[in-house]
C-alpha cells in the first residue's frame, strides 16, 4: 500500500478560529508547514501572524459566536483560497466560575463561545465543502471537562458535552462527503495555562498523568493533522484522545501516596 506523504496538505485550504495564540496559533503553524494555505480568525489582528519564514497565515477579524460573522469567515476562506478542505473550530475556553451565583449572561456567553460558534462555522463550511469532489473535515477541540466534570466549570461543561453530541450528530448527517470528528483535550502547557496549573508549568500535575507530562499545542496539532489528511480518510464521528491517559482515579491516589513518598514524587516509574 503505497500512502505517499500523509502529512503533504499541499493545496488544501484550512480555517483555524481562535488561531492567533496558543494552541490555535501552533495549530496553524502545523498546517502551513504541511503545505496548507491557512485562515485564522480572532477579534483582533496579533502582531504577529503564525508562519515560519516563508509563509504566514491569513487573518480575518471575526466574532465567530455571530451566525452573521461565522458565514462570513467561511465566505472570506473560499474567495481567497477558491475552496475549502479543513476547518479546526479551536476558539473556546472559560475562566472557572461558581454555579451557585454566575450570571444568566456568563451562562449564555460560554455556551456561545464553545458550543454555538462551532456550530454556525461548520454550518457554513458544510455547505462549501459538500459541493467540493473531495469534500472536506472538521476537527471540533473539545475538553476533557465534556467526560470528567470539574468544579467551577458548570457551564463550560455543559457546553463541550454538547460539543461531542454535535460532533457525532453532524457526522451522521453530512457523511460521506463531510467527515466531523472530534479531539478531547486534556491540560496542554501555554503561557495562558499558567495561572491555571502553576508557575511550575504543571510539574505537580504531571504526576498524576500516565505519560508524566501535561500536553503541548504540538501534541494537539499532530492529531488535527491526522484527522484532516487522507490517513483519516475512514474516520468520522470520531473522539480521539489527546489527554496523555487522562488522570489517575482519585481512589488510587489516595492509596498510593505513601508508597510514593522516598521517590521523585510521581505515581509511575520511568520508562
Same mark, same amino acid.
Given at each position: 500500500?503505497?500512502?505517499?506523504n ?6 488544501r485550504a ?6 492567533? !495564540? ?5 495549530i496553524?503553524?502545523?498546517? =502551513? ?5 491557512? @485562515?485564522v480568525?480572532?477579534?483582533? +489582528? ?5 508562519g515560519n519564514?516563508?509563509r504566514?497565515a ?14 462570513? @469567515?467561511v465566505? *472570506?476562506?473560499?474567495h481567497?483560497?477558491g $475552496?475549502?478542505?479543513? &476547518? ?11 454555579a451557585a451565583?454566575v450570571?444568566?449572561?456568563?451562562? +449564555? !456567553? ?5 458550543? =454555538?460558534?462551532p ?11 459538500? *459541493? ?10 473539545g475538553?476533557?471537562?465534556?467526560h470528567?466534570?470539574?468544579?467551577g ?6 457546553? !463541550?458535552?454538547? &460539543? ?5 450528530a &453532524?457526522?451522521l448527517?453530512?457523511?460521506p462527503?463531510?467527515r466531523v ?9 501555554t *503561557? ?7 508557575e511550575?508549568?504543571g510539574?505537580a &500535575?504531571?504526576?498524576?498523568?500516565p ?7 504540538d501534541?494537539?496539532a $499532530?492529531?488535527c493533522?491526522y ?12 473522539? @480521539? ?12 491516589l489516595?492509596?498510593? $501516596?505513601?508508597a510514593?513518598?522516598g ?7 520511568s520508562?
Open positions: 500500500m503505497d500512502i505517499g500523509p502529512i503533504d496538505l499541499a493545496g484550512v480555517i483555524v478560529t481562535g488561531g492567533t !495564540k496558543g494552541i490555535g496559533a501552533v496553524a503553524e502545523a498546517f =502551513l508547514a504541511a503545505g496548507a494555505d491557512v @485562515l480568525c480572532g477579534r483582533g +489582528e496579533p502582531p504577529e501572524l503564525p519564514d516563508t504566514r491569513h487573518f480575518r477579524s471575526a466574532d465567530v459566536r455571530d451566525p452573521a460573522a461565522a458565514a462570513s @469567515l465566505d *472570506e476562506a473560499a481567497r483560497f $475552496r475549502l478542505d479543513v &476547518l479546526v473550530n479551536n476558539a473556546g475556553g472559560s475562566p472557572d466560575s461558581d451565583t450570571s444568566p449572561r456568563f451562562v +449564555e !456567553k460560554i455556551v456561545a463561545l464553545n458550543l =454555538l460558534a456550530f454556525y462555522v461548520s454550518q457554513a463550511a458544510n455547505l462549501v465543502m459538500r *459541493e467540493q469532489d473531495t469534500g472536506g473535515s472538521i476537527v471540533n477541540i475538553s476533557v471537562s465534556a470528567d466534570p470539574q468544579p466549570t458548570a457551564a463550560y461543561t455543559a457546553a !463541550k458535552a454538547g &460539543l461531542l453530541a454535535l460532533t457525532r &453532524l457526522a448527517e453530512w457523511a462527503k463531510v470528528n472530534h479531539i478531547t483535550t486534556g491540560p496542554v502547557r *503561557e495562558s495555562a499558567t495561572s491555571v496549573y502553576g511550575d508549568g510539574a &500535575l504531571a504526576g498524576v498523568i505519560m508524566r507530562r501535561m500536553a503541548t499545542p501534541d494537539v $499532530r492529531a493533522l484527522l484532516a489528511g487522507d490517513l483519516a480518510s475512514y474516520v468520522n464521528g470520531a473522539d @480521539l484522545a489527546v489527554h496523555g491517559g487522562g488522570e489517575v482515579p482519585a481512589r488510587f489516595a492509596t498510593a $501516596r505513601d510514593a513518598a521517590t521523585d514524587g510521581h505515581l509511575f516509574s520508562p
